[in-house]
């Protein structure tokens, strides 16, 4: 019920999100731009109650399916940097990674989300210091730790916080609340993936979560990849979004506009298929369900055969391994709705063609 309901509980608040993020860029009051804030930390909430929801609907539904493949561990905690540093900046807290060339057997979306919810959960309770991403060596493997400079955890409470809706705090950082799912989704994915996790913390110290991965040797024919240098922003790009929703399509113009993009928006297949092949736009933002003839899938491969490897971002609120598949021999970048707009500018800004 929730997976089929996913998309459309999401679509409001992705375009919430791209407003608010528009209107803390515009040149607004300092009471303005605070105001934005508040209504951005609100629909964070909101995103990541929704996530975890639909995170244990897909889990118990069976659509999530692990699929180990070798993964190098510094692209991928960087990357994570990359997504969490501007929400860390914003509360005066740091976040970094300390560089290793560790290489593990995993599913790389599902490790991501493990530690994704470590730091979002890190963030949310630490109010001075900040984050720190790095990996162990153990015995029995590599140990990926988050380690926080918040208010620590008992003893008596650390095995309570793996339980499903337990929040033992409700002080946090900008009035954010979790639903309490974070730390139980982890436990359920872990437990698919065969990673332990783990936990050390000391009151008034801060937290160290932690999951230990398998080790294994870099692979004999691949270096490990070099993340592509993200400029600050991605001014002068020339991006062509399509989405059949009308506030998304504002929502992406105003965001985008801010950023220096030259944007264009339309909302059906038609319309994008009728755009000049002589004139192609340097990324294109195309939402799955467009209900169209064709989806977003289709429509990027048609668009991609005249015009060239366009990168190409396929927006969707549906989970399932299915479409994942596709996206990936398509060659197109799945992300999963609401957009967070600092991943968006990274992404626009990461792979120039």
């Known amino acids: 019920f929730m997976t089929a309901l996913s998309h459309d509980l999401l679509q ?9 993020a528009a209107l803390r860029e515009a040149e607004v009051r300092d009471e303005q731009r605070q105001l934005g804030g508040r209504i951005d930390a609100s629909l964070r ?4 109650l929704l996530d975890g929801l639909l995170d244990l609907s897909r889990i118990e539904a069976g659509q999530r399916q692990a699929r180990p493949v070798p993964v190098a561990l510094g692209p991928l905690l960087e990357g994570l940097v990359d997504q969490y540093g501007p929400l860390a900046h914003a509360r005066g807290l740091s976040i970094g990674t300390v560089p ?3 290489w593990t057997t995993s599913d790389p979306a599902l490790l991501r989300r493990i530690l994704q919810n470590f730091i979002a959960n890190a963030l949310r309770y630490t109010t001075a210091g900040g984050v720190r991403i790095g990996v162990r060596w153990r015995r029995n493997g590599w140990a990926v730790e988050v380690w926080d400079s918040g208010p620590g955890i008992a003893e008596t409470h650390r095995e ?3 339980e499903e809706f337990r929040r033992l705090s409700d002080e946090t950082v900008g009035g954010e609340r979790g639903l309490g799912l974070g730390l139980s989704i982890c436990q359920r994915l872990a437990q698919g993936l065969g990673h332990p996790l783990t936990l050390r913390s000391r009151l008034g110290r801060g937290s160290v979560f932690g999951v230990v991965v ?18 600050g922003a991605p001014c002068g790009l020339r991006v062509l979004c399509i989405d059949d929703d009308a506030d998304i399509r504002d929502a992406l113009q105003a ?10 928006c339309v909302g059906t297949a038609g319309e994008a298929l009728a755009l000049p092949a002589t ?14 003839a064709l989806d977003g899938v289709a429509l990027a491969e048609r668009l991609r055969a005249r015009w060239g490897s366009v990168p190409t971002l396929l927006l ?10 596709r996206a990936l021999r398509a060659g197109l970048t799945l992300s999963h709705k609401p957009v967070r707009p600092a991943a968006l500018r990274a992404w626009l800004a990461a792979a120039r063609r």
């Open 316 to 325: 969707t609120a549906e989970g399932g391994d299915a479409l994942r598949d």
């Open 255 to 264: 965001l985008l506009t801010k950023w220096g993009v030259a944007v264009h």
């Open 100 to 102: 290793t060339r560790a």
């Open 160 to 162: 309570l916080i793996f």
């Open 12 to 20: 409001p608040l992705h375009a919430a999100r791209l407003f608010s």
């Open 279 to 292: 004139d192609p736009p340097d990324r294109l933002v195309v939402d799955f369900h467009l209900h169209d």
């Open 45 to 48: 909430a909101a995103e990541e």
């Open 214 to 231: 398998p080790r294994i040797a870099p692979p004999a024919l691949a270096a490990a990849p070099v993340p592509a240098a993200v400029e």
